[in-house]
């Protein structure tokens, strides 16, 4: 198997994406944008004040000749981008509070995404997650049929990879949610080159305990089943009986999934969490993410503690999202 982003830059080449960055004073960002506007692969677009953004490249060391850079308060289309938002908003906005809305930068930045001038956003260096994906929500919203994002990493480790979802975003999902989480992350992993087999994680396997735990995410598995009859669904499974093929003869010999998942939807944040950090520190995986998934476009949240490679990563993924949801 090819090296994961070497497929992403091949998918993404000469298809004109552009991704809004809304923390372009922050170094990581301003090195992840250099790196792309090098390779000529994404078009990257920072926002913020001109002056700080030249004033902390300048810091940096970095080369902003070429680079497109955005800042709210001078955007030629602001007025545009006033009604449009007033509009969205949906009489919870006037156009004086949108004004004062617009200069927040996430706001401003999805903005963008909504009316086409760009086709995702990448933030979360210097922000929480729920300043990312507030105005996602509110402005760019889930597609039809989805009601709540989830957040899901893709663990790389050599050729392996694997998509570990609800890990970010939803505390105690019920059955419903669990669905929905099964089908958008089928998805992801059809994004990312990945031939999806989805297992719904519990601590029992096909009844094997019986309690309200387990009894929710078997009937989450009948209800991912329904929304997506054609991808390989199944649960409730054990870790070992979703990975391990002897296992899986065992304890699930009539599953269409035989140890071979390679979607993982979790019973709760709390495990989702907790598995992803451990397969990261002790596998020895990249985590990769999270990438939010079930909006209607593609806006992705970083880690405060990210790296400017871990930027310019989650870009080159968000682009790929774009371009697969374009297909």
Known sequence: MTNLFEEIKEAITRKNVRIVLPEGTDERVLQAASKLQK???????????????????????????????VDPVEFPHLEELIAQYVERRNGKSTPVQARIQLKDVNTFGTMLV???????????????TADTVR??????????????????????????RYVFADCAINIAPTSEDLAEIAVESAKTAKAFGMNP?????????????VSPETQKVAEATKLAQEKAPDVPIDGEFQFDAAFVPAIATKKAPDSLIQGDANVFVFPSLE??????????????????????????????DLSRGCSAEDVYKLVLMTAAQSVMAGE
Not at 54 to 63: E, L, S, W
């Open 114 to 128: 909504y009316t086409g001038y760009a086709q995702g956003l990448v933030s979360g260096a210097a922000h929480t």
């Open 39 to 69: 390779e000529g692969i994404v078009t990257p677009v920072l926002i913020g004040p001109n002056e700080l953004v030249t004033v902390a490249a300048k810091q940096a060391g970095i080369d902003l000749s070429g680079m497109e850079i």
């Open 197 to 209: 087999k989805v297992a719904m994680l519990s601590f029992s396997t096909k009844g094997s305990a």
């Open 135 to 160: 105005p996602a929500l509110q402005i760019i919203k889930t597609k039809p049929g989805v009601s709540k994002t989830s957040g899901a990493f893709i663990m790389v480790r050599g050729d392996e």
């Open 271 to 300: 495990a989702g969490n907790i598995g992803y950090k451990l397969t990261e520190r002790l596998g020895g995986f990249e985590a990769i993410g999270p990438i939010l998934q079930g909006l209607n476009k593609p806006v992705n």
